[in-house]
């Protein structure tokens, strides 16, 4: 079935660090890829998404590539600041599918 | 746009106690609600996905007599958890959709303490 494998935490760093978090996906099909935020004590928040292969989703300077060749959906930020400070899940749906995939969630903490 | 209110935020209750999680879609019309559990520091596992009017599908593993789930209108989906017990404490999670392809909206979640 559909998977989703997200790099492990915790992450830790300091303000205005570049951020990396790896995503990659096991799916038949052309399925959907997000990212989702969860800041303590808090629901989940749509953060960016792509639809379709080569698809960049981008919000709040965050930004996600949809790789088929290499089934990826890395999230990056190049300059973090502490209100970026929380969990971030990688999620799929999957093409014949209307359920969400989560990854194991990565946490991280900016530090000022 | 897209606001999923849940209800409570928190509750805390004596084992055998019964609660009820509400998620209300508050400015569109959710036909598909999703319901899931979060344990501490893990993801989030899906436990059940209601459609208005009809009865909810539940994952494997979950037990739907524990776990009654309830979508009586476009706006609103109950979950309760009968006669809770310590290892049903947990944070819930609901989510809400206008249909099978269109984006799932969160709420806060609850979080429910069983003593």
């Known amino acids: 079935g559909d998977s989703v494998t997200q790099m492990e935490g915790p992450v830790t760093l300091s303000e205005e660090a570049f951020l990396t978090i790896n995503c990659t996906y096991t799916a038949t099909g052309y399925p959907s890829l997000f990212w989702y935020v969860q800041y303590p004590g808090e629901g989940l928040q749509l953060l960016l998404k792509?639809?379709?292969?080569?698809d960049k989703g981008s919000n709040k300077g965050f930004e996600a590539t949809y790789r088929k060749e290499t089934t990826s959906f890395h999230l990056e930020k190049g300059s973090v600041q502490v209100s970026d400070s929380a969990v971030y899940f990688c999620?799929?749906?999957?093409?014949?599918?209307?359920?969400?995939?989560f990854g194991a969630g990565t946490t991280v903490t900016v530090r000022a | 746009g897209a606001v999923v209110s849940q209800h409570p935020s928190r509750v805390i209750c004596k084992s055998g106690t019964s609660v009820k999680i509400e998620c209300r879609s508050l400015d569109f019309q959710a036909t598909t609600m999703f319901w899931y559990r979060q344990f501490p520091k893990q993801s989030l596992m899906l436990m059940a996905t209601s459609n208005e009017g009809s009865k909810a599908t539940y994952e494997q593993g979950v037990e739907k007599d524990k776990f009654l789930i309830n979508h009586a209108s476009l706006t609103l989906s109950t979950l309760t958890v009968t006669s809770a017990h310590p290892e049903d404490s947990s944070f819930y999670i609901c989510s809400a959709s206008t249909g099978d392809n269109q984006p799932q909206h969160f709420g806060d979640g609850t979080r429910l303490s069983i003593l």
């Open positions: 792509a639809t379709k292969a080569d």
């Open positions: 999620a799929l749906r999957g093409s014949n599918d209307y359920k969400l995939s």
